[in-house]
């Protein structure tokens, strides 16, 4: 059974950092592009980052590029999120979901809740 | 990449079909739309991929079309477990999602 579990969310103050962790189990991570996504409380899903099997590409909404990095270990399949200079408005729950040809999300982990406080 | 137009609220009786639009800004939505469904305080679940396919497990009363800048969910034979958030998202050197469309089941 594919099982995404995200941690490392909290609250964290305007300016500072966090990173997130997407434990992989139930298939091949390394086989797969991963992603994030994120909803603040009440509203829609956004996109944020993409990233490559092997780790060789990454692609950013351009709401988060030059803030937060996507990154994975596929020997630990964990995909990672740093979240760097964050805002209030980058307050949400945070997926992560995986990527099959091109189709996000054909599964997701729980989410984990970041709270960016100003 | 263009924005993606749901409307916001649909309703419907048991029983009846409705459809989901999910319109592209500017030009073709492309052959790369999915659809999620999503209960509150849920991940979202994927419904259709790739315009019309369906994954295993989910039930043959989605079903997922296109027609130029327009792709669209319909639901047939709704039933009250239906009533949740339902998400567009297409893919065009980056991931767009719609906004969403509340669906109520009255």
């Given at each position: 059974e594919v099982q995404l579990?995200?941690?490392?969310?909290?609250?964290?103050?305007?300016?500072?950092?966090?990173?997130?962790?997407?434990?992989a189990s139930g298939f091949?991570?390394?086989?797969?592009?991963?992603?994030?996504?994120?909803?603040?409380?009440?509203?829609?899903?956004?996109?944020?980052?993409?990233?490559?099997?092997?780790?060789?590409?990454?692609?950013?909404?351009?709401?988060?590029?030059?803030?937060?990095?996507?990154?994975?270990?596929?020997?630990?399949?964990?995909?990672?999120?740093?979240?760097?200079?964050?805002?209030?408005?980058?307050?949400?729950?945070?997926?992560?979901?995986?990527?099959?040809?091109?189709?996000?999300?054909?599964h997701?982990?729980?989410?984990?809740?970041?709270?960016?406080?100003? | 990449?263009?924005?993606?137009?749901?409307?916001?609220?649909?309703?419907?009786?048991?029983?009846?079909?409705?459809?989901?639009?999910?319109?592209?800004?500017?030009?073709?939505?492309?052959?790369?739309?999915?659809?999620?469904?999503?209960?509150?305080?849920?991940?979202?679940?994927?419904?259709?991929?790739?315009?019309?396919?369906?994954?295993?497990?989910?039930?043959?009363?989605?079903?997922?079309?296109?027609?130029?800048?327009?792709?669209?969910?319909?639901?047939?034979?709704?039933?009250?477990?239906?009533?949740?958030?339902?998400?567009?998202?297409?893919?065009?050197?980056?991931?767009?999602?719609?906004?969403?469309?509340?669906?109520?089941?009255?």
């Open positions: 579990v995200e941690s490392g969310g909290g609250l964290v103050q305007s300016g500072g950092s966090l990173r997130l962790s997407c434990a091949t991570f390394s086989d797969y592009w991963m992603h994030w996504v994120r909803q603040a409380p009440g509203k829609g899903l956004l996109w944020v980052a993409r990233i490559y099997s092997d780790g060789t590409n990454t692609i950013y909404a351009d709401s988060v590029k030059g803030r937060f990095t996507i990154s994975r270990d596929n020997a630990k399949n964990t995909l990672y999120l740093q979240m760097n200079t964050l805002r209030s408005e980058d307050t949400a729950v945070y997926y992560c979901a995986r990527d099959s040809r091109y189709t996000l999300g054909d997701w982990g729980q989410g984990t809740l970041v709270s960016v406080s100003s | 990449q263009s924005a993606l137009t749901q409307p916001a609220s649909m309703s419907g009786s048991p029983g009846q079909s409705i459809t989901i639009s999910c319109t592209g800004a500017s030009s073709d939505v492309g052959n790369l739309v999915s659809w999620y469904q999503q209960y509150p305080g849920k991940a979202p679940k994927l419904m259709i991929y790739e315009v019309t396919k369906r994954p295993s497990g989910v039930s043959n009363r989605f079903s997922g079309s296109k027609s130029g800048n327009t792709a669209s969910l319909t639901i047939s034979g709704l039933q009250p477990e239906d009533e949740a958030d339902y998400y567009c998202c297409s893919y065009a050197s980056t991931w767009v999602f719609g906004g969403g469309t509340k669906l109520t089941v009255l």
